[in-house]
């Protein structure tokens, strides 16, 4: 049994490892070629597209590891059918399942290297390379964000601002609400600007109208002032942001802090966040997802079985990859839980898996 798994394991990671090397040349050929004209253009140094190319290998790597696996497992079964060694296999006592679970174990445990891989190395990587073209090219990825209404997570107030300027820490065209101890209205302030004084940890506003009601809310006051502060709107800019990339790129414990204080503050936007970043964990299993579907298909062909078998999985990962599209959009929209964006697909998958090996054994 041990021989027979060891075998196994061997053929599969031997052709995974080659597949993959060759993958990944190709992509960071792609990216090359394709970042070529600036390269040239900005009279970039060989030096440093070599660093640029290398600091895209983590990420190319990522791309070309699933599909690799999957190329490689279909391909190993393909050759046990095609050569008749799975009838062997079977006359020894061994079922489909025990032949696959070392298979499985492959799978799970490439998807724990993409895990590491894209937390410990890609993601470094990317934002050391986005720095670095952003300085060559005098590129700078905005942060900029518009039509905004966060409440305070106490209930204290809300704001809405027409645009939030990153580099300049700026609101502008304010409009803050100020709620009292039983959530009524207490004041309207309306602003021009309010401006983020980062030493004193609150937002100052700038052209300031500020209206309040009467004790019995028949009159309202209202008072105008050049600048005003209030020392409860402590809310740090980073929660004004456009961070739908860095979500991706944020440290997971820091990510699921910012998620749980966003979806308090602003709910509208936590929904394309919380699936972005969804989306990041759920991504590491694509290895052993791939794997099930090349140990669940069918390779009872009669001719060109590993041709046909390669198509089958592809077939099946491309309704697994579109499912999943609709899915993200339906979570990003509120529709979905974003776990289910996620979960919907690998279900979807297993039943087309499980329907083509049933087809195909019930017409062999």
């Known amino acids: 049994m041990r021989v027979v798994d060891r075998y196994t394991a061997k053929a599969v990671v ?27 253009t900005g009279e970039v140094a060989a030096a ?23 190329f490689s497992v279909a391909y190993h079964l393909s050759q046990l059918e095609a050569n008749n060694e799975m009838i062997c296999l079977y006359g020894c006592g061994l079922s489909y399942r025990r032949i696959i679970a070392p298979i499985l174990i492959i799978g799970l445990l490439f998807s ?31 942060y900029d964000s518009r039509n905004l209404t966060i409440g305070d997570p106490a209930g204290r107030y809300v704001v809405w601002a027409r645009h939030y300027n990153d580099r300049e820490a700026l609101l502008s065209q304010v409009v803050f609400i100020l709620l009292d101890e039983e959530g009524q209205l207490a004041a309207r302030i309306d602003s021009d600007r309010a401006r983020w004084e980062g030493e004193r940890h609150h937002w100052v506003f700038e ?16 008072t105008e002032e050049a600048t ?4 409860l709107f402590t809310l740090e800019p980073s929660y004004f942001k456009n961070i739908s990339d860095d979500i991706k790129t944020m440290e997971i414990r820091q990510a699921i802090d910012y998620l749980a204080v966003i979806r308090r503050v602003d709910s509208d936007r936590w929904a394309p ?92």
């Open 14 to 40: 031997n052709t995974t490892l080659v597949t993959l090397a060759l993958c990944t040349l190709m992509l960071l050929s792609v990216d090359l070629f394709s970042n070529l004209d600036s390269y040239i």
């Open 48 to 70: 440093v597209i070599a660093h640029l190319t290398l600091l895209y290998t983590p990420q190319a790597v990522i791309f070309a590891l699933a599909p690799s696996l999957l």
């Open 112 to 142: 724990l290297v993409q895990f590491t891989v894209s937390e410990q190395l890609f993601i470094p990587a990317q934002l050391k390379r986005s720095s670095i073209e952003d300085g060559l090219f005098g590129l700078r990825s905005t």
């Open 207 to 222: 052209g300031v109208r500020i209206q309040r009601p009467d004790g019995e809310g028949r009159r309202v006051e209202t």
């Open 228 to 231: 005003f502060e209030l020392d």
């Open 273 to 364: 966040l919380a699936t972005d970043f969804t989306k990041r964990l759920f991504d590491a299993l694509n290895p052993l997802l791939l794997v099930i579907i090349a140990v669940t298909i069918s390779y009872q062909y009669k001719k060109n079985i590993l041709l046909f078998s390669i198509i089958t999985a592809i077939s099946i990962a491309v309704i697994y990859y579109v499912v999943q599209m609709l899915t993200l959009i339906m979570a990003r929209q509120g529709v979905l839980e974003p776990v289910w964006a996620m979960v919907i697909p690998m279900i979807v998958l297993l039943l087309v898996a499980f329907a083509e090996r049933t087809i195909i054994r019930g017409s062999a």
